[in-house]
């Protein structure tokens, strides 16, 4: 990775994330070990992680000829992760409530003005 920003020249700035990156990598290199934990039938996250990406993303956004805007597909994608993880009627609890709030405890109230004449 770092070659690559080399030879491409990219500038220090642009280069940041890339040496991070790199850094992580390197400190973790024992980790990615993948070999040794199929051997040892050690659980391997990217599994678990692919299969919320299909449930999630995948089997809602891939579809045939759909067209998803940036904003519209990142609604859906909450709404369906907010499902998935048991907290969807926890979080439309609290989004009425803060829709009530909004709308109606911040209104200023009429009850002691009088209309001008």
């Not at 994330?17 to 290199?29: E, G, H, Q, R, S």
């Not at 609604?75 to 709308?103: I, K, T």
Request: net charge positive.
């Amino acid at each position: 990775m770092r070659r690559s920003a080399t030879r491409q020249g990219i500038s220090q700035e642009a280069r940041a994330p890339v040496d991070k990156c790199a850094d992580y990598l390197l400190k973790n290199k024992e980790r990615f070990d993948y070999a040794t934990a199929l051997a040892n039938g050690w659980p391997i996250a990217t599994g678990i992680i692919e299969g919320a990406c299909r449930h999630l993303v995948k089997d809602r956004m891939d579809l045939t000829g759909a067209r998803w805007s940036l904003d519209g597909a990142e609604a859906v994608l909450r709404l369906r992760s907010l499902r998935a993880s048991g907290d969807f009627e926890e979080y439309m609890a609290f989004h009425h409530r803060q829709e009530r709030q909004r709308n109606y405890l911040s209104a200023p109230q009429n009850n002691d003005t009088k209309m001008a004449a």
